[in-house]
Nanobody, 124 residues
């Protein structure tokens, strides 16, 4: 599976961005997700979605401010982020895995495929 992330950029506090992640190759993933890595920090979970059924899961820090969705026909996962804050500044990565189980989605160590990352910078 190859993943291509896009949509990052520079926004002001309170602004919005929509990230996209296109999956190609063997796209039969069980879950897709978004992680982020702030400067000098470890990669952390943001959100995930199950391709079958569309169940979604969010980190507390993004709950209510973000929406993860998928377009099965386009093999694309989106992350809509609203009311962005400076602490949301990070490189955002999309991930996918065919075998991951729900209890494992919160750790980046359990995901098999990663996109290249897209920079999100929120200015104060």
């Amino acid at each position: 599976v190859q993943l291509q992330a896009s949509g990052g950029g520079l926004v002001q506090t309170g602004g919005s961005l929509r990230l996209s992640c296109v999956l190609s190759g063997r796209t039969s993933s069980r879950y897709s997700g978004w992680f982020r890595q702030p400067p000098g920090k470890e990669r952390e979970f943001v959100a995930a979605i199950r391709w079958s059924g569309g169940h979604t899961y969010y980190a507390d820090s993004m709950k209510g401010r973000s929406t993860i969705s998928r377009d099965n026909a386009k093999n694309t996962v989106y992350l809509q982020m609203n009311n962005l804050k400076p602490e949301d500044t990070a490189v955002y990565y999309c991930a996918a895995d065919q075998n991951i189980i729900l209890s494992s989605i919160y750790s980046p160590d359990n995901w098999g495929y990663w996109g290249q990352g897209t920079q999100v910078t929120v200015s104060s």
